[in-house]
Antibody, heavy 116, light 110 residues
């Protein structure tokens, strides 16, 4: 069974940092591109970042470029999102999701709240 | 950047009725790069349709996708109680490698 489990969310002050993790199991993690997608409370879905299977290609939404860094460790079947200079508008549930064009597997999400 | 506009924002229907959801793109989108998702409250999104018209694994055949270019449609032939949810379209930008979601359509019980 494919499983994606996010962790690392929590309450952080504006300007602070947080590192999210996503543990993958049930599939060959190293063969798939991975993504972070977020959803602000009561709002729609917003793609945040993508990373190719071997980390050769990395892409970011303009809203997070220069502040967030996506990475992966294929030996540990894990995906990460380092979030720096956090703003109130980064408050959201962050999902990790598998896929390049469409995302067929999603985690349950981890809530990040940016507030003083 | 391609913008996806979904309509209507809310669709009020009864179980057994047909639901037709629209997703319009600001520029032409390859059919291979258009997907639909369902999201229920407190849950992660679930992939329904990929490649504009292919059903994902385990998706009932009452869900169908169609369209090309800038106009795409998700149709639910007969609404079941579990189908009341929010639906999102999503495209993959082959040039910029960015993923874009539409704003969503909520299908609610009338």
């Amino acid at each position: 069974e494919v499983q994606l489990v996010e962790s690392g969310g929590g309450l952080v002050k504006p300007g602070g940092s947080l590192r999210l993790s996503c543990a993958a199991s049930g599939f060959t993690f190293s063969s798939y591109s991975m993504n972070w997608v977020r959803q602000a409370p009561g709002k729609g879905l917003e793609w945040v970042s993508s990373i190719s299977s071997s980390s050769s290609y990395i892409y970011y939404a303009d809203s997070v470029k220069g502040r967030f860094t996506i990475s992966r460790d294929n030996a540990k079947n894990s995906l990460y999102l380092q979030m720096n200079s956090l703003r109130a508008e980064d408050t959201a549930v962050y999902y990790c999701a598998r896929g390049t064009v469409e995302m067929a597997a999603w985690g349950q999400g981890t809530l990040v709240t940016v507030s003083s | 950047e391609i913008v996806l506009t979904q309509s209507p924002g809310t669709l009020s229907l009864s179980p057994g009725e047909r639901a037709t959801l629209s997703c319009r793109a600001s520029q032409s989108v390859s059919s291979s790069y258009l997907a639909w998702y369902q999201q229920k409250p407190g849950q992660a999104p679930r992939l329904l349709i990929y490649g504009a018209s292919s059903r994902a694994t385990g998706i009932p055949d009452r869900f169908s996708g169609s369209g090309s270019g800038t106009d795409f449609t998700l149709t639910i032939s007969r609404l079941e109680p579990e189908d009341f949810a929010v639906y999102y379209c999503q495209q993959y930008g082959s040039s910029h490698r960015a993923l874009t979601f539409g704003g969503g359509t909520k299908v609610e019980i009338k």
